[in-house]
């Protein structure tokens, strides 16, 4: 199966765009395109997308042991950059991903579950808090998450600073 073919499987943008990043690492979704071309001539598939498929699979079934479809679906994390931010750390605790190199790797299992979820609900709820209250005095690194939550959202650097800052949270 071609890297193409696992996307068009799942049918979305965004799991082209989460698939790369464990393939290439965290970076601007303006790359997807290329990894087709560099990936679509294969006649079978590479170790490292095989690999990458195996850890996508396993990171959606963590997703879903923290939240539920109905769950996270009322949530920040159902939003696409949200959700890509979960994806790319719960999948950092797994494997380290490239452009996260730096950040810690908060152990994910069956027994953090529920950790992982307690500090993924109260970073969401900080950030609707901060958001919609503008005479709150917002931490320095707090503002500095909302805005690469809200600017520039599919850039490198964003992506890349918002998984650091979910990741340390996780990890306190």
């Not at 990043?21 to 997308?49: A, C, F, H, M, W």
């Not at 494997?95 to 299992?109: D, F, K």
């Amino acid at each position: 199966m071609r890297l193409h073919t696992f996307a068009n499987l799942c049918n979305e943008v965004l799991a082209s765009d989460l698939l790369v990043s464990l393939i290439g690492g965290v970076q601007t979704v303006k790359n997807i395109e290329k990894y087709y071309r560099d990936y679509e001539i294969q006649e079978t598939i590479p170790q490292n997308v095989s690999e990458a498929i195996g850890l996508y699979r396993r990171s959606m079934q963590y997703i879903g042991a923290i939240y539920s479809a109905v769950e996270i679906k009322n949530t920040n994390w159902s939003r696409p950059h949200w959700f890509y931010t979960l994806f790319n750390c719960v999948s950092h605790a797994h494997t380290p991903i490239v452009g996260l190199e730096q950040a810690p790797r908060p152990p994910l299992t069956e027994q953090t579950v529920q950790h992982w979820r307690g500090e993924l609900d109260e970073l969401s709820a900080l950030y609707d808090k901060y958001t919609e209250e503008s005479d709150e005095d917002v931490p320095a690194r707090f503002a500095r998450f909302i805005n690469f939550a809200q600017r520039r959202t599919t850039d490198t650097e964003a992506r890349r600073e918002r998984a650091k800052f979910v990741i340390e949270a996780i990890a306190g």
